[in-house]
């Protein structure tokens, strides 16, 4: 019997349980584990962003997917702006625990996607075309930020450089959930959830033509490349 990928099987898990979590107990939505989160965090006072570092970290490590939950309570937190200083914080050490995993702990990951051509092509692709393509993914921010740590390990960039290119690529999305998580704690000021809504909205529809603009860059060098 082929030998189970410890990873796969976890992944496989962890969207089972969030499957069966939105089927069976739809009262344990994103907003209550955001509630959940906050007053966790809150807690622990001072202490609160170490924590909340430590949960990135370890979700990441284990592909526990509550990353942009996280991302949310940031801004439920600390208001929109620190909170998306947090956040992006928490996206690069996520960033960086979940590359590690791949690449040296869990590596049987690895091993899968090179024995599928079509992953396979698909990685060496975004390794070829590096920046903008790590621009691209990060920009993607309604994409899970664990599936994207996971994409992005598998490809041969240096971890360096994917945090770095991290910062520019994930600032919208940061940004967009810290202020989704501030209009949360200001629902009975109409006025203040109206704006702190109406942020994500514009960044979603303003990334969409962002990434149409860099994908079509990226198809016509290649065609000038022919």
């Known amino acids: 019997m082929k030998k189970i990928n410890p990873v796969i099987l976890l992944v496989f898990f962890s969207v089972l349980v969030f499957i069966l979590r939105r089927t069976f107990y ?3 939505s994103d907003e209550s584990l955001v509630a959940a989160l906050e007053q966790f965090l809150g807690s622990f006072g001072v202490a609160s962003i170490v924590t909340l570092f430590v949960i990135y970290f370890f ?4 592909f526990i997917p509550i990353l942009i939950p996280l991302n949310i ?4 937190l600390y208001g929109p702006i ?3 200083l947090a956040a992006l914080a928490g996206v690069l050490i996520s960033c960086f625990a979940s590359t590690v995993s791949v690449r040296y702990v869990f590596r049987g990951m690895g091993n899968f996607a ?3 051509p079509e992953i396979k092509n698909y ?3 975004i390794s070829r075309r590096g920046s903008v393509m790590v621009i691209i993914v990060r920009l993607a921010f309604v994409v899970p930020y664990l599936f994207q740590n996971i994409v992005l390990a598998l490809t041969q960039l240096n971890l360096g450089k994917l945090m770095l290119l991290t910062i520019p690529g994930a600032v919208p999305g940061v940004l967009s959930y810290s202020y989704l998580g501030a209009g949360l704690v200001s629902l009975e ?3 203040s ?3 702190y809504l109406s942020v994500p909205l514009f960044m979603l529809v303003g990334i969409t033509f962002m990434i149409r603009y860099l994908r079509d860059r990226i198809e016509n060098v290649g065609q000038d490349d022919h």
Not at 59 to 62: E, G, I, L, T
């Open 73 to 76: 309570a940031c801004g439920a």
């Open 123 to 125: 990685l060496v692709d």
């Open 114 to 116: 090179m024995r599928h």
């Open 82 to 84: 620190l909170g998306a």
């Open 59 to 62: 979700c990441s490590f284990f």
């Open 193 to 195: 959830f109206v704006f």
């Open 26 to 28: 739809p009262e344990f």
């Open 189 to 191: 000021a109409t006025q």
